[in-house]
Nanobody, 115 residues
Framework: QVQLVESGGGLVQAGGSLRLSCVAS????????MGWYRQAPGKQRELVAK???????TYADSVKDRVTISRDTAKNTLYLQMSSLKPEDTAVYYC?????????WGPGTQVTVSS
Protein backbone atom coordinates (compact mmCIF):
# COMPACT_ATOMS: atom_id res chain seq x y z
CA GLN A 1 0.00 0.00 0.00
CA VAL A 2 1.00 3.56 -0.67
CA GLN A 3 -0.58 6.70 0.70
CA LEU A 4 -0.29 9.82 -1.42
CA VAL A 5 -0.89 13.33 -0.17
CA GLU A 6 -1.04 16.31 -2.50
CA SER A 7 -0.45 19.94 -1.57
CA GLY A 8 0.19 23.24 -3.24
CA GLY A 9 -3.18 23.94 -4.77
CA GLY A 10 -4.98 27.21 -4.35
CA LEU A 11 -6.40 30.27 -6.05
CA VAL A 12 -4.23 32.00 -8.64
CA GLN A 13 -4.83 34.60 -11.31
CA ALA A 14 -4.60 33.72 -14.98
CA GLY A 15 -1.00 33.80 -16.09
CA GLY A 16 0.24 32.80 -12.67
CA SER A 17 2.14 29.76 -11.48
CA LEU A 18 1.73 26.99 -8.94
CA ARG A 19 3.80 24.03 -7.87
CA LEU A 20 1.93 20.97 -6.70
CA SER A 21 3.61 18.39 -4.51
CA CYS A 22 2.71 14.79 -3.77
CA VAL A 23 4.39 12.98 -0.91
CA ALA A 24 4.33 9.17 -0.94
CA SER A 25 4.37 7.03 2.19
CA UNK A 26 7.11 4.78 0.83
CA UNK A 27 9.90 4.84 -1.71
CA UNK A 28 8.79 5.99 -5.14
CA UNK A 29 11.68 4.06 -6.68
CA UNK A 30 9.43 1.00 -6.49
CA UNK A 31 6.79 2.64 -8.67
CA UNK A 32 6.43 1.79 -12.33
CA UNK A 33 5.13 5.25 -12.98
CA MET A 34 3.63 8.28 -11.28
CA GLY A 35 1.45 11.01 -12.64
CA TRP A 36 -0.95 13.86 -12.24
CA TYR A 37 -4.57 13.78 -13.33
CA ARG A 38 -7.21 16.46 -13.05
CA GLN A 39 -10.96 16.63 -13.02
CA ALA A 40 -12.93 19.76 -13.69
CA PRO A 41 -16.60 20.07 -12.68
CA GLY A 42 -18.81 18.14 -15.05
CA LYS A 43 -15.87 16.67 -16.94
CA GLN A 44 -14.06 13.38 -16.96
CA ARG A 45 -10.79 12.91 -15.16
CA GLU A 46 -7.89 13.41 -17.55
CA LEU A 47 -4.17 12.80 -17.55
CA VAL A 48 -2.05 15.92 -17.16
CA ALA A 49 1.44 14.45 -16.99
CA LYS A 50 3.19 11.19 -16.28
CA UNK A 51 6.72 10.10 -15.44
CA UNK A 52 7.79 6.49 -15.73
CA UNK A 53 10.49 4.70 -13.81
CA UNK A 54 13.28 5.54 -16.24
CA UNK A 55 12.40 9.22 -16.12
CA UNK A 56 10.60 9.55 -19.43
CA UNK A 57 7.77 12.08 -19.23
CA THR A 58 4.49 12.45 -21.07
CA TYR A 59 2.24 15.51 -21.18
CA ALA A 60 -1.28 16.22 -22.31
CA ASP A 61 -1.38 18.47 -25.37
CA SER A 62 -3.46 21.01 -23.47
CA VAL A 63 -0.67 21.65 -20.94
CA LYS A 64 2.46 20.87 -22.91
CA ASP A 65 5.03 23.70 -22.64
CA ARG A 66 3.26 25.04 -19.55
CA VAL A 67 3.86 22.27 -17.01
CA THR A 68 6.78 20.17 -15.87
CA ILE A 69 6.54 16.94 -13.94
CA SER A 70 9.48 15.94 -11.79
CA ARG A 71 10.33 13.80 -8.80
CA ASP A 72 12.70 13.80 -5.86
CA THR A 73 13.36 10.18 -4.97
CA ALA A 74 15.17 11.14 -1.77
CA LYS A 75 12.02 12.88 -0.54
CA ASN A 76 9.57 10.42 -2.10
CA THR A 77 7.90 13.40 -3.67
CA LEU A 78 6.36 14.07 -7.06
CA TYR A 79 5.99 17.62 -8.35
CA LEU A 80 3.98 19.42 -10.99
CA GLN A 81 5.23 22.88 -11.85
CA MET A 82 2.55 24.83 -13.68
CA SER A 83 2.93 28.22 -15.31
CA SER A 84 0.91 30.50 -17.58
CA LEU A 85 -2.19 29.12 -15.91
CA LYS A 86 -5.54 29.55 -17.62
CA PRO A 87 -9.09 29.49 -16.21
CA GLU A 88 -9.60 26.18 -18.01
CA ASP A 89 -6.90 24.68 -15.81
CA THR A 90 -9.29 24.95 -12.87
CA ALA A 91 -9.81 21.45 -11.49
CA VAL A 92 -9.03 19.07 -8.69
CA TYR A 93 -5.56 17.68 -9.32
CA TYR A 94 -4.81 14.12 -8.28
CA CYS A 95 -1.49 12.39 -7.81
CA UNK A 96 -1.21 8.74 -8.85
CA UNK A 97 1.35 6.03 -8.37
CA UNK A 98 1.35 2.61 -9.98
CA UNK A 99 3.30 -0.46 -8.90
CA UNK A 100 3.01 -4.06 -10.09
CA UNK A 101 -0.17 -4.58 -8.10
CA UNK A 102 -2.38 -1.52 -8.44
CA UNK A 103 -2.74 2.19 -9.00
CA UNK A 104 -2.92 4.44 -5.98
CA TRP A 105 -4.62 7.84 -5.83
CA GLY A 106 -4.27 10.80 -3.55
CA PRO A 107 -7.32 12.72 -2.27
CA GLY A 108 -6.64 15.63 -4.61
CA THR A 109 -5.87 19.31 -4.33
CA GLN A 110 -8.02 22.10 -5.76
CA VAL A 111 -6.54 24.51 -8.27
CA THR A 112 -8.65 27.52 -9.19
CA VAL A 113 -7.53 29.98 -11.83
CA SER A 114 -9.38 33.28 -11.95
CA SER A 115 -9.68 35.33 -15.11
Amino acid sequence: QVQLVESGGGLVQAGGSLRLSCVASRSILSMNDMGWYRQAPGKQRELVAKIISDGITTYADSVKDRVTISRDTAKNTLYLQMSSLKPEDTAVYYCTARDFYQTYWGPGTQVTVSS
